[in-house]
């Protein structure tokens, strides 16, 4: 089996920049991401907030953490003094959380709309309705600490290529209308594709891959607890 160092090397020398390849590390403990972290990474994805909290205080503060998973607004607080992207956005509610959190610390947080993109309905995400009532409500108008700057989404997992590719497709279509209807160039991210599809989501314009199993080996969750 090839080290973590290996297999991030390789798979970063896949990632075109201006594309970037987030590490993301969860449920894996602190000495493995100081592997990939030797090998040269410093951008990683967790997808729960104390565990990310928990992560940042014991590892070296050049790292920049992005948040990838389902947020409650009530967990907000842990990770607003250091998050550098929230990649989840999927409601007014969250953003509005953000947007508290960031105001106490000073911050201006960085924020992805995340989009359902595939045909499975567990998935979260918003509609491009939903996006463009967000956008266009006195709420969002009236935030001063948190900068949308592009979409995320996840496709259908599924072996059938051409349906992740036209999954994919459909998100930079959403992030190139919002772009030009309610942004400018800075809303500029794309982040899509994990270990099975990055390489399609490349393809299809990702600026962001996020890739777990391919560089840390799969996941176990059974002692993983489940209210965090
Ligand atoms: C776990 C996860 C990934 C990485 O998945 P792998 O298949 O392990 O690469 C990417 N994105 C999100 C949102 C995830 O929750």
Redesign the pocket.
């Known amino acids: 089996m090839e080290s973590i160092q290996e297999n991030y090397q390789r798979i970063l020398a896949t990632v075109p920049a201006p594309a970037r390849l ?1 590490a ?1 590390s ?1 449920t894996k403990p602190v000495e493995l991401l100081a592997e990939a972290y030797q090998a040269g990474c410093r951008l990683f ?1 967790e ?1 729960k907030a104390l565990e990310m909290r928990d992560k940042h205080e014991l590892l070296p503060h050049d790292i920049e953490w992005h948040f ?2 389902h947020l409650q607004t009530n967990k907000v607080k842990y990770i607003a003094p250091f998050v550098a992207l929230i ?2 956005i999927d409601s007014l509610a969250v953003l509005q959380a953000v947007e508290k959190e960031a105001a106490k610390h000073n911050r201006v947080i960085d924020c992805l709309l995340q989009f359902h993109i595939a045909t499975e309905e567990t998935k979260f995400g918003l509609s491009m309705e939903e996006a463009e009532a967000l956008l266009e409500s006195e709420a969002y108008k009236a935030m001063s600490h948190v900068r949308l700057v592009g979409v ?1 989404g ?1 496709a259908t997992n599924t072996d059938d290529s051409d349906l992740i590719r036209r999954e994919f497709s459909t998100l930079r279509s959403y992030r190139d209308l919002l772009r030009s209807k309610y942004f400018g160039p800075e809303f500029k991210e794309i982040s899509m ?4 599809d ?1 390489g399609i989501a490349l393809e299809e314009g990702a600026t962001l891959v ?7 080996g ?2 176990q969750y059974s002692n993983i607890p489940v209210n965090d």
């Not at 594709?193 to 099975?196: A, D, L, P």
């Not at 996020?210 to 840390?216: A, D, E, K, N, T």
Request: hydrophobic share 40%; net charge positive; aromatic share 8%.
């Open positions: 987030v993301v969860k994805g997808n990838i998973g990649h989840s995320m996840m594709g994990m270990s099975g990055y996020r890739v777990g199993s391919s560089i840390f799969a996941r």
